[in-house]
């Protein structure tokens, strides 16, 4: 199924680049769908290189606190952390943090959302802490924006007790007493 969508979004984008000017939004919107299908199907490199396309294009045609930059941001960091650059997939979600602070009210899900998604990206870079003071500033957001039960709130708090258990691991190897 995903080949086919590969397929499909190939050729979208042909048509969209002999149509559409180099600088126009669906063109973007044609690399980014295309970009995220690869990163499913495992091709990083070239995922990266259509996200990144997309991500020029929208810098040009959005103004600069536009959410869609914020989105494409969160593209490039899922991708880069896929590709383990969990470096370079922290600076994408803090840009992104940084563009809906300016553009969301603070206790927008989406907000929690992306200080859940910063705190993933901790996690994976072993900054536990960090991670952990991540997680409880989205479940601050999302135990208000959201129903109770609800699965991004349920997978804030899985991940807060694996962050926690990670740092009494920690602690304990450390000689601390927990």
Do not use: W
């Not at 199907?41 to 536009?66: F, T």
């Not at 924006?145 to 007790?161: D, F, K, R, T, Y």
């Amino acid at each position: 199924m995903h080949n086919e969508a590969l397929r499909h979004r190939k050729a979208a984008l042909k048509i969209a680049q002999k149509v559409l000017p180099a600088a126009h939004p669906s063109l973007a919107d044609c690399h980014a769908s295309l970009g995220n299908t690869c990163r499913d199907l495992g091709n990083h490199a070239e995922a990266l290189r259509h996200q990144e396309a997309a991500q020029r294009i929208l810098v040009k045609v959005c103004p600069p606190d536009h959410p869609i930059l914020a989105h494409g941001e969160g593209n490039l960091a899922i991708t880069c952390s896929r590709m383990g650059n969990h470096a370079d997939a922290l600076a994408h979600q803090k840009v992104a943090q940084a563009m809906e602070a300016k553009t969301l009210p603070s206790d927008h899900p989406d907000v929690g959302l992306r200080f859940y998604n910063v705190g993933n990206t901790h996690g994976m870079m072993g900054n536990h802490a960090e991670a952990l003071v991540q997680f409880r500033k989205a479940e601050a957001i999302l135990e208000v924006a959201l129903p109770p039960g609800h699965p991004h709130l349920l997978s804030v708090q899985q991940n807060m007790e694996t962050a926690e258990d990670e740092l009494t691991k920690k602690d304990g190897a450390d000689g601390k007493i927990v």
